[in-house]
């Protein structure tokens, strides 16, 4: 038995309407499987861009204002610069402190130092100061450190009765004072 070939003529309309599908079909392919993804990478660049467009303009505005800034920063380092060494500001800083609590009538017991933390910009001296004082002269005290053009500040408060009546305080108070260091 021999093989008959068979042949499929198909029209030139049949012929026309295959050749659509098979264009059509290949065009959904090449559209899934090329342009979408490259619109997505396309898209997700161009966030990219605009994330990074923004991040920009803020740090060119933060930039414009640098000669303000730094105006400002050396009008206020004139009040919170270390004049001398480490512990002619350490004694200044006790002085101030003892100035303060003579000027509201506290009674200081006891005067220590508590540590000096250094960073890049700044360096901050603490001390540990115990009293005893009457309510008012306390406020005084706090009030006279914290208004104080230096940066000094009040890190920490206990309080305690000193008698029975409860009309004179002991009190330990952590008092900070923060020099900025020159820009460089």
Do not use: H, W
């Amino acid at each position: 038995m021999s093989r008959k070939q068979t042949s499929i003529v198909l029209s030139k309309r049949e012929k026309n309407i295959f050749c659509l599908m098979a264009a059509v079909i290949l065009a959904i392919f090449g559209y899934n499987f090329i342009v979408e993804p490259q619109a997505g990478k396309l898209n997700e660049l161009n966030k990219k861009i605009m994330a990074r467009e923004a991040e920009l303009e803020k740090k060119n505005r933060i930039i414009s204002r640098k000669d303000s800034i730094t105006r400002q920063y050396n009008s206020y380092i004139s009040y919170i610069k270390q004049a001398g060494s480490d512990e002619e500001e350490e004694a200044f800083f006790f002085q101030e402190v003892e100035n303060s609590a003579k000027d509201s009538r506290v009674y200081i017991a006891d005067i220590k130092p508590a540590g000096l933390k250094e960073s890049e910009y700044y360096k901050k001296y603490t001390v540990e100061v115990k009293v005893e004082t009457d309510m008012n002269s306390l406020i005084k005290f706090i009030y006279g450190l914290q208004s104080s053009p230096n940066l000094i500040r009040i890190d920490g408060l206990r309080l305690s009765a000193k008698n029975a009546s409860g009309r004179i305080l002991r009190g330990s108070l952590q008092i900070s004072k923060i020099l900025l260091l020159p820009l460089e």
